[in-house]
């Protein structure tokens, strides 16, 4: 299926346009210029904890005895405070703005779409693919999942690689790791996670190939090491399907390797250069013919 092929419904994006608009404008645009320099921002290593457990909270508890005015004040300042109704008041504001500054840009998404990045990351809330490379909507195309893991027989992360590289044709995929990752921390210790244990097994399996070097390090250096070791399984994932190396072969495709500082907000790209040896070894192996 090819996204950009869909029918629009006659007279949706107009009127979608003149709602977008008509909106009031409240704020300066939402995605700033990106710095040109960065060498000067740390590459912060800290580690935060993995947790799984639910915390307890007595916020929404109601007391019988309570008055009404009471309760109606603590909706008012729920109403004020909560993210998702803050974020559907801003979303009016987002769009008007984007409209005003790229006015054909709704209406040429409206009829399909053509990023030119893959990006495969975890689906941690501090690491948005979009904000943090200064784009727009439309420009990548996203699968995020727990600690960026690429499982090679998963269907989802697949299905997702091979519609970006075959259909949309892609010109870049980045795999994407990211500090203080909680996946990692989580691989990196010896408690059960339930569900989380079969997801993290690749995680846990490379940590135990590079064991030594690991328990060589300080524990902020292991996990950060074990971050970079993560995203070049991926790239090796990534690398042993054959509609990506048919990408590479014929169309110049791209893939990448990238950590992002949580602490700092910059990107830093790995050197993910292969000798021809490995290059032949990989298309051998793994390129099928139709």
């Not at 949706?12 to 990106?34: E, H, K, M, N, Y």
């Not at 997702?160 to 044709?169: D, G, P, T």
């Not at 090491?225 to 054959?242: A, D, F, I, M, P």
């Not at 907000?265 to 298309?283: C, K, M, N, P």
Request: glycine share 6%; net charge neutral.
């Amino acid at each position: 299926m090819n996204a950009a092929r869909l029918a629009v419904r006659p007279g949706f994006v107009a009127r979608a346009t003149q709602l977008v608009q008509g909106a009031p404008d409240r704020r300066p645009s939402i995605i700033p210029s990106p710095s040109q320099n960065t060498s000067a921002v740390p590459f912060t290593h800290r580690l935060s904890p993995f947790s799984t457990s639910a915390s307890l909270s007595c916020a929404n508890h109601k007391n019988p005895g309570s008055s009404a005015s009471a309760t109606s004040q603590t909706d008012s300042d729920d109403s004020s405070t909560d993210k998702f109704t803050i974020g559907l008041r801003k979303n009016q504001e987002w769009a008007a703005q984007t409209a005003r500054e790229h006015p054909d840009l709704f209406p040429t998404l409206a009829t399909g779409q053509q990023p030119q990045i893959l990006w495969l990351g975890c689906s941690d809330s501090r690491c948005p693919e979009t904000s943090m490379l200064g784009l727009q909507p439309g420009d990548v195309f996203v699968h995020r999942n727990i600690a960026n893991i690429l499982h090679p027989g998963d269907l989802s992360s697949g299905a997702v690689i091979e519609y970006a590289v075959q259909h949309l044709r892609v010109k870049h995929v980045v795999v994407c790791g990211h500090t203080s990752c909680g996946g990692v921390a989580a691989a990196m210790g010896n408690k059960q996670l339930g569900i989380l244990d079969p997801w993290l097994l690749p995680l846990r399996q490379v940590r135990e190939r590079n064991l030594a070097l690991l328990q060589s390090l300080p524990a902020d250096e292991a996990a950060l090491k074990l971050v970079e070791l993560n995203v070049r399984e991926g790239l090796n994932v990534v690398t042993q399907k054959s509609v990506v190396l048919n990408a590479i072969q014929e169309r110049g495709l791209k893939v990448h390797g990238v950590i992002y500082d949580v602490g700092s907000g910059v990107l830093r790209e790995l050197d993910t250069q292969d000798s021809q040896d490995a290059i032949r070894a990989r298309l051998v192996a793994f390129k099928t013919d139709a």
